[in-house]
């Protein structure tokens, strides 16, 4: 069995959990009390902020949301065990989620919620289930990169024609996930060589995709490792002819091409164990499933949604890396600080 993530918290995430528990969350009462869900969400407000507000008409009682990093989130879970007020967990990534499963920090959830998706986008067990999903592309600058167009690997990232050019956000759990992909693709020397490769050609370390796509497009770095749905966003707000950027979506058995999930999962001995299922089917429903696709432009789980404000790229199968395999967040984290990327 693969060991659970790190229980401590990195200085960043456990400062910015206290100033939400100190603060409040979003005008809520207090944390945990009695009737109420508690989402613990890795997802980040900004993405998701609007269709969780909408769980409290869903679920039938109060709502309220801890935001923080997914596998920070997963870490808090498992340090605080049995004793924590948490009834969700909204993760950014499998990896989590697979995680907790493993440690029995996740309920089972019902067959028919867990037919809703594809085989693939489900727990083995039937602890989580994935709520929506996104593909890792290769942002390019064309005016630096334009060669990238045409790359099939992520391998191709690692030209020495890049140094210094290069941009990622190591402490995302979206990387981390790819790092786990390539891991499991390649071995734990084969990942250490791509990203000690990496960090050689002078890395350029950002803090989010966000950060990671705005390098790009202001061709500060020619090229990006990012989830794509950043790149969609950016061309809805400011319309295509005003991004710089691009993407390339690389071949469906590199670890780079990896199609990862947000999923959900009920917390073991929750007292809202009921409320719980009902908002995770209230993330698998049509409205929710419609609000992922077009204001998040993440590819839908659930059959017949398509995006409405979109044009995304069909999604092929991805990686071959089972995504019950991508839990092993602990090895991740300690390779990321072993060739120092984190």
Same mark, same amino acid.
């Given at each position: 069995?693969?060991?659970?993530?790190?229980?401590?918290?990195?200085?960043?995430?456990?400062?910015?959990?206290?100033?939400?528990?100190?603060g409040?969350?979003?005008?809520?009462?207090?944390?945990?009390?009695?009737?109420?869900?508690?989402?613990?969400?890795g997802?980040?407000?900004?993405?998701?902020?609007?269709?969780?507000?909408?769980?409290?008409?869903?679920?039938?009682?109060?709502?309220?949301v801890?935001?923080?990093?997914?596998?920070?989130?997963?870490?808090?879970l498992?340090?605080?065990?049995?004793?924590?007020?948490?009834?969700?967990?909204?993760?950014?990534?499998?990896?989590?989620?697979g995680?907790?499963?493993?440690?029995?920090?996740?309920?089972?959830?019902?067959?028919?919620?867990?037919?809703?998706?594809?085989?693939q986008?489900?727990?083995?067990?039937?602890?989580?289930?994935?709520t929506?999903?996104?593909?890792r592309?290769?942002?390019?600058?064309?005016?630096?990169?334009?060669?990238?167009?045409?790359?099939t690997?992520?391998?191709?990232?690692?030209?020495?024609?890049?140094?210094?050019?290069?941009?990622?956000?190591?402490?995302?759990?979206?990387?981390?996930?790819?790092?786990?992909?390539?891991?499991?693709?390649?071995?734990?020397?084969?990942?250490?060589?791509?990203?000690?490769?990496l960090?050689?050609?002078?890395v350029?370390?950002?803090?989010?995709?966000?950060?990671?796509?705005?390098?790009?497009?202001?061709?500060?770095?020619?090229?990006?490792?990012?989830?794509?749905?950043?790149?969609?966003?950016?061309?809805?707000?400011?319309?295509?002819? =005003?991004? =710089?950027?691009?993407?390339?979506?690389l071949?469906?058995?590199d670890?780079?091409?990896?199609?990862n999930?947000?999923?959900?999962?009920?917390i073991?001995?929750?007292?809202?164990?009921?409320?719980?299922?009902?908002?995770?089917?209230?993330l698998l429903?049509?409205?929710?499933?419609?609000y992922?696709?077009?204001?998040?432009?993440?590819?839908?789980?659930?059959e017949?949604?398509?995006?409405?404000?979109?044009?995304?790229?069909?999604?092929?199968?991805?990686?071959?890396?089972?995504?019950?395999?991508?839990?092993?967040?602990?090895e991740?984290?300690?390779?990321?600080?072993?060739?120092g990327?984190?």
């Open positions: 069995m693969n060991a659970p993530p790190r229980t401590r918290l990195r200085a960043p995430v456990a400062a910015a959990l206290t100033v939400v528990l100190a409040g969350l979003s005008g809520c009462g207090a944390f945990g009390g009695e009737d109420v869900l508690t989402v613990y969400s997802r980040n407000e900004n993405l998701v902020g609007p269709i969780l507000e909408q769980l409290e008409d869903a679920v039938g009682t109060e709502v309220e801890r935001y923080a990093g997914s596998s920070d989130l997963a870490a808090q498992l340090e605080e065990g049995e004793s924590t007020d948490a009834d969700l967990f909204f993760s950014q990534d499998a990896g989590a989620l995680a907790l499963a493993k440690a029995g920090r996740l309920a089972e959830l019902p067959q028919d919620v867990l037919s809703l998706v594809p085989e986008y489900a727990d083995d067990e039937g602890r989580w289930v994935a929506s999903a996104r593909a592309v290769v942002a390019y600058d064309p005016r630096q990169a334009p060669e990238a167009a045409e790359m690997s992520v391998d191709e990232v690692l030209d020495e024609r890049y140094r210094g050019l290069i941009g990622v956000a190591p402490t995302n759990a979206s990387f981390q996930s790819f790092v786990t992909a390539l891991r499991l693709d390649r071995g734990e020397d084969g990942a250490r060589e791509w990203l000690e490769r960090v050689d050609l002078d350029q370390k950002y803090d989010n995709n966000i950060a990671v796509l705005d390098a790009v497009d202001s061709g500060e770095v020619a090229l990006g490792l990012i989830n794509h749905y950043y790149w969609y966003e950016r061309v809805a707000e400011q319309g295509e002819d =005003n991004v =710089n950027a691009e993407i390339r979506f071949d469906s058995d670890p780079g091409a990896l199609i999930v947000a999923g959900v999962g009920v073991a001995g929750s007292e809202q164990e009921d409320a719980a299922q009902r908002a995770v089917e209230f429903s049509e409205e929710a499933q419609q992922f696709a077009d204001s998040t432009a993440e590819y839908p789980v659930v017949g949604i398509t995006s409405t404000e979109h044009d995304l790229e069909p999604l092929g199968q991805g990686s071959s890396v089972d995504l019950n395999d991508l839990d092993s967040l602990e991740t984290l300690d390779l990321l600080d072993e060739v990327l984190t």
